[in-house]
């Protein structure tokens, strides 16, 4: 599988928009789920590691999923995440993982899916009952966000609506949304959702 992110690793945390935006997501995360140092998580898509660092001090395990080895090879190199955090590089809708968590996070990630359908099922099948759920992505917009040229991109944001309901139809319940980031372009201004919800325990 190519990588599509082997360049983009080499200076994404460089990136002001990119830290910006995952600080704030980040922070609301740590807001919404009550993290315990009895959990277990999974960050998909977790990337550099820039919302794992953030996660992992609160929980007792944490697991960086993404299928980028060169962002899963920079998330590996951070001292402070080292011994703390287990990288898995491989996708997990094709082959999931043998185990279940407390909690998964993912931020700007969906709109790397194609099918959303089965992602949203993987993370159901992979969360214990009464699991959360926390997920960050754009609200939909005209296609702009992204350069034309850029691949792996399959969605132009989520209608939170939408998003929801496919969400309560794979058994995810109190689903809630809220305004995490707004990004500031010279070329418009792109809301950034985050929405929990916890598997139903039944």
């Known amino acids: 599988m190519t990588d599509l992110f082997e360049e983009k ?32 998580v999974m960050d998909f898509g977790a990337g550099t590691g820039l919302i794992t660092a953030q996660v992992a001090p609160r929980v007792g395990q944490m697991v960086g999923v993404d299928t980028s080895p060169a962002m899963l090879e920079k998330l ?20 999931p993982l043998a185990r279940t968590f407390d ?22 099948r992979h969360l214990k009952p009464g699991g959360w759920l926390a997920l960050a992505d754009l609200d939909t917009e005209d296609g702009t966000f992204h350069p034309e040229d850029v691949e792996g991109v399959y969605h132009h944001g989520f209608d939170r609506k939408a998003l929801g309901e496919r969400l309560e139809r794979h058994g995810f319940e109190d689903v809630r949304f809220l305004t995490a980031h707004t990004v500031q372009r010279e070329d418009g201004t792109y809301p950034v959702f985050l929405v929990t919800a916890r598997k139903s325990a039944d």
């Open 9 to 40: 690793a080499e200076d994404w945390d460089r990136r002001d928009v990119v830290r910006e935006l995952s600080e704030a997501i980040g922070s609301a995360m740590v807001e919404q789920v009550p993290f315990a140092p009895d959990m277990s």
């Open 76 to 95: 590996a190199a951070k001292p402070e995440l080292q011994s703390r955090v287990e990288t898995v590089c491989q996708d997990i809708l094709e082959q």
């Open 103 to 124: 909690a998964i996070v993912s931020a700007m990630a969906l709109h790397h899916v194609e099918d959303t359908e089965r992602l949203i099922e993987t993370f159901a």
